[in-house]
Every structure is written in C-alpha cells, then in structure tokens.
C-alpha cells in the first residue's frame, strides 16, 4: 500500500524548515571528518557538502523504515501521525541509527576530495556547524515558497561569513546552487564550481596509476543539465582505469531511483533495480559520482555490482590516499 505522499512531504519539508536539513545528524556526523585534516573556518572560499554526504547512511536507514512502514496496513497512520509531530519534534531522532562504520566511509570521501584539492593548490575552508543544507529537495518537491525562504537564509549565511566562492562536491548542490539560487535569490552572485570541473582543468599527473575496468553511472544533473560528463572520464582515464560504457550513459543516463525513494520507496528500488542489472551486465565494478545515486542503487543491488564513489578512485591516483 503506497505511503500518503502529503503526509510524507509534510514531515520532511517540516524538518528543512524548522531544522534546515532533512536528518538532523551529530556535529561528529557531520564535521568530524573536516577536523581530522584541520581545515581552516570559512574564507573567501569554501568547500560546501550540503550535508550530502554525510547524510547517505541515515537517508539509507530512513527509506529502510519507510519501505517497511509501506507494506503495513498501520503505516499510513503512523505516517500520518508523523507529519504532524515533526511540525513540533525531530522525527529522525525517532527513527534513525546508523553505525561508525557507515558514516565513517562517507567521510573517508570527504577525506579523499578535499586532500586532492589540497595537492593541485587550491586553498578553501569550511563551514562546519554552519554549514546549511542546500534545500534542493524542497525544490525537487516543488515546494518552491520553501525553498525560496530556505535558499535567502543559505544565501544571507555566505554574505554575512563573506564566501564568494563553493566549491560543491556533488551533482544536486552544484546545480541548486549555480543554476537555481540566482532564480530565486535577488542578487544571488557567489562562483559555484564543482570539483571535478577544478581538477579536470588543472590535469594533474597522477601519483598513482589504478589498474581496474570499471563502467560509470552519470548522475543526471551532471549529465543532463551541468554538461559535467567527459571530465569525470578523462580523469579516470588518465588515472589508467578503464571504462565500459552501460547502454543508457552519459546525457541518455538512467534513472537511479531518486529523488522519489522516500516517497515511493518500494518504485524508487525497482527503478533502482533496472540500473543495477544495466550496469552489471556491462561490468561488475561501477562508478558513481552522487551521494544519492549510491544511496539508491545499493538499496537495489544484490552483489551484482560493486559500487564506488569516483572520490575513491580519485583520492588513490591524484591524492595517494587509499580508502
């Protein structure tokens, strides 16, 4: 029995609102990781996570929760019931416990890209506990009102800590930002770069060449609407991996399943499902370059493929770091 999509929507466009972020996470959760290497507080330039990353295993635990509260019949009235609560209560303190480990690997990535920025000589700093999520969902949800009000107040934060660079470190934020934000933030003007396009266009010699063939998911908003597609390969291929591309790639990628999984999780994993058979019957080991994208197709995988972040393959090569 499909969820209440309204109630649904309510409980977590409730939680930007009042909390500015879909999960609430620990400050460990979210920032530990930026400590560990000691970067530096704000600057004119920032390396922005939007709490992507960091939100990956919790996300997994939440839509876990929610498939199963689909297939009960007393799901939609705690649903329900939920929507109402989150209005006064973080819900996701509720219902979501993660373990070290899987929070950990989402900040070996983090890890991993800021070290490779700090090898090609770019300096940034970080936000940490101020940092705020970007209210992309907000917009895919087409609460635009939302979203408008979410995205001055992330906009009012970067004026006032005086950031006029991002450098984000995925698809949904560099997009939010650099597409959307000037849309509907008047005078919006901070320079949002992504990562990839930083390193694809300083073309570091690798300090470690990878020997694995690998095939490649490109996220849709790289793919469709960034035109972020060869850069991503180029940097792989000079790192000495080798890519087999699936049927549907590049601009004709296939969908992973987002953002509809909290949703609709149950259509959200056979639609994950069709990709996970896409890419596995191309290659065992697959590239991904989202941190949603690798939320929704493990949820769908069932050891057909082994799936990595491009950070991993990254960090080895051009930051000689393993993880």
């Not at 020997?211 to 291929?237: F, G, M, W």
């Amino acid at each position: 029995m499909p969820l209440p999509v309204e109630d649904v929507i309510n409980m977590v466009v409730a939680n930007v609102v009042r909390r500015g972020t879909p999960i609430s996470m620990s400050d460990d959760a979210l920032n530990g990781w930026a400590r560990e290497l000691n970067l530096p507080k704000y600057g004119d330039t920032v390396l922005y996570t939007s709490q992507l990353y960091q939100m990956v295993p919790y996300a997994r635990a939440s839509v876990d929760m929610l498939e199963d509260l689909e297939k009960s019949t007393i799901g939609r009235i705690l649903v329900g019931l939920g929507s109402r609560l989150a209005s006064v209560y973080d819900v996701s303190k509720l219902t979501v416990r993660v373990s070290k480990e899987d929070i950990s690997a989402q900040h070996d990535l983090l890890k991993g890209i800021a070290r490779i920025l700090n090898n090609i000589g770019i300096s940034f700093g970080y936000m940490y506990d101020d940092e705020l999520y970007s209210g992309v969902l907000l917009y895919d949800l087409g609460r635009d009102e939302d979203f408008r009000r979410h995205a001055e107040r992330v906009s009012k934060l970067f004026k006032e800590r005086g950031v006029k660079r991002i450098i984000a470190v995925d698809p949904h934020t560099t997009y939010i930002l650099r597409e959307v934000y000037p849309k509907f933030v008047d005078g919006f003007d901070v320079e949002v770069r992504n990562y990839l396009e930083i390193l694809a266009e300083k073309s570091p010699e690798p300090k470690k060449k990878i020997s694995e063939t690998v095939t490649i998911h490109d996220p849709c908003y790289y793919a469709r609407y960034l035109k972020i597609i060869d850069q991503p390969r180029n940097l792989l291929v000079n790192a000495g991996v080798e890519i087999k591309e699936p049927d549907r790639t590049k601009s004709l990628t296939f969908c992973c399943g987002g953002p509809i999984e909290s949703i609709f999780p149950r259509i959200s994993k056979e639609i994950a499902s069709l990709r996970v058979d896409q890419l596995g019957s191309v290659c065992k080991n697959a590239v991904v370059m989202c941190p949603f994208c690798f939320e929704n197709l493990s949820r769908a995988d069932s050891g057909k493929v082994q799936l990595r972040d491009i950070a991993y393959y990254l960090s080895q090569s051009y930051g000689g770091v393993s993880i």
